[in-house]
């Protein structure tokens, strides 16, 4: 196993309100060392009649992992990051296809995921 049983730990996660990425947006992944590492994002497929496709690639360009997300559904979205891919942090792009149009002028007409948490957790 990744994780051995006796190194998990549970704990509550404040709620954090989902926002919209756009279909090209970045985040931000902070460096893990001299250390493989896991990034995890909570996020929600737009509506629709089909599933979308996130690609996370790494600051260098590198893909960290290519996910398939049923329409309208939360997931775990979780990609193994390998040393020294964040030797230093740095803007990750985060692209979504095909773009969802809400039809609304509230939005722009290209959003991709709802995100609602994002955090990077160093292999033990």
Known sequence: PLFPASALVRESIPEITPRWSR????????????????VLLF???P???????VCLSAPNETTLADWTM?????????APIFYPTL???????????PAYDPNDRKYPSDLGILL???TVLQAP
């Open 23 to 38: 279909a090209n947006s970045e985040i931000f992944l902070p460096a893990t060392g001299a250390r493989d590492a896991f």
């Open 43 to 45: 996020a929600q497929a």
């Open 47 to 53: 509506p629709g009649p089909s599933a979308v496709n």
């Open 70 to 78: 049923p329409p309208n559904a939360w997931r775990w979205l979780i």
């Open 87 to 97: 030797k230093h942090e740095g803007w990750a792009s985060l692209e979504t296809t």
């Open 116 to 118: 609602s948490y994002v």
